[in-house]
Nanobody, 124 residues
């Protein structure tokens, strides 16, 4: 059974940092495009970042709102993708989801497997 599990969310003060993890089971993350998305209260879900597989060029994409503050990375040995979030702002408060596009290794691509999300709250 293909499964994605996010972890690492929590409460952090403005300016702080968190690292989110997305662990996969049932398939190999390295072969596919993996994205991080978020949904804030009362807002639509938005894409945060995406990483293409190495065989598809290994590029990373970021939403303008997080460029320079967030970094997506892979640890293929652990079958895990991370989202390092620095200089967090209250506007970053949301449920963060990771997702896999198993039909392609290149971002952007439709995501067909989703985790259940982890809550990030940025507040003083």
């Amino acid at each position: 059974q293909l499964q994605l599990v996010e972890s690492g969310g929590g409460l952090v003060q403005p300016g702080g940092s968190l690292r989110l993890s997305c662990a996969a089971s049932g398939f190999t993350l390295a072969n596919y495009a993996i994205g991080w998305f978020r949904q804030a209260p009362g807002k639509e879900r938005e894409g945060v970042s995406c990483t293409s597989s190495s065989s598809s060029g290994g590029r990373t994409n970021y939403a303008d709102s997080v460029k320079g503050r967030f970094t997506i990375s892979r640890d293929n040995a652990k079958n895990t993708v991370y989202l390092q979030m620095n200089s967090l702002k209250p506007d970053d408060t949301a449920i963060y989801y990771c997702a896999a596009g198993t039909n392609s290794g290149r971002c952007p691509t439709p995501m067909n497997y989703w985790g259940k999300g982890t809550l990030v709250t940025v507040s003083s």
